[in-house]
């Protein structure tokens, strides 16, 4: 199966506090992708890092990305209540993707 | 706004009836667009790639003649799903790549199914 795989698989937090997730993946890629989802409800792109990048920053977002050890990790800083959502790590060659398992962020008011 | 819509957004059906579900690309055009399932608590599985003007490719398990899908048009893809069973029970969510994006694509708000 090329899908990833996210630990942890839920996560819950005290506003304010940071939350990391992580994405391991297996097979080669152009891309990965980060979403987030609400419960039941459609996916909203959050980041796009490239295979040749090793970081990058959307305002409290940061993501790193390690193609040696075939994994990426999602920072939210000074998280928010309204963060509670799950997120998804996408992989692909093209653009068919590949969704990992998804980490159940809880942030606590 | 939604860049790429989906009909319905829920739908209730009887075991053993068929139904259909709608993705269009608003304001532009998708040669190619993205089927998934994502069952309660789970991830996002892709199903097939819908190609206009010619047959959608698979993916491994997905049964072809139980999800029809139909890439009539450059702004519309339709996934029938057939005979539907209980288990197919799910929520069905579209994409089409954003056109010179790298391999970024747009999301439709996806449709709940709930076979009885």
């Known amino acids: 199966s090329q899908q990833g795989e996210e630990d942890p698989q839920a996560l819950s937090i005290q506003e304010g506090e940071n939350a990391t997730m992580n994405c391991s993946y297996k097979?080669?890629?152009?891309?990965l992708q980060w979403y987030r989802q609400n419960s039941g409800r459609g996916l909203v792109h959050l980041i796009l890092i490239r295979s040749n990048e090793r970081e990058k920053h959307s305002g409290r977002l940061r993501v790193t990305l390690d193609t040696s050890k075939k994994s990426s990790s999602l920072l939210i800083t000074a998280s928010r209540a309204a963060d509670t959502a799950s997120y998804f790590c996408a992989t692909g060659t093209g653009n068919q993707f590949y969704f990992g398992t998804g980490t159940s962020l809880t942030v606590i008011p | 706004g939604a860049v790429v819509s989906q009909h319905p957004s829920r739908v209730i059906c009887k075991s053993g009836t068929s139904v259909k579900i709608e993705c269009r690309s608003l304001d532009f055009q998708a040669t190619t667009m993205f089927w998934y399932r994502q069952f309660p608590k789970q991830s996002l599985m892709l199903m097939a790639t819908s190609n206009e003007g010619s047959k959608a490719t698979y993916e491994q398990g997905v049964e072809k003649d139980k999800f029809l899908i139909n890439h009539a048009s450059l702004t519309l893809s339709t996934l029938t799903v057939t005979s539907a069973h209980p288990e197919d029970s799910s929520f069905y969510i579209c994409?089409?790549?954003?056109?010179?994006?790298?391999?970024?694509?747009?999301f439709g708000p996806g449709t709940r199914l709930t076979v009885t």
């Open positions: 097979t080669s890629i152009n891309n």
């Open positions: 994409s089409a790549p954003i056109a010179g994006g790298y391999y970024e694509q747009y």
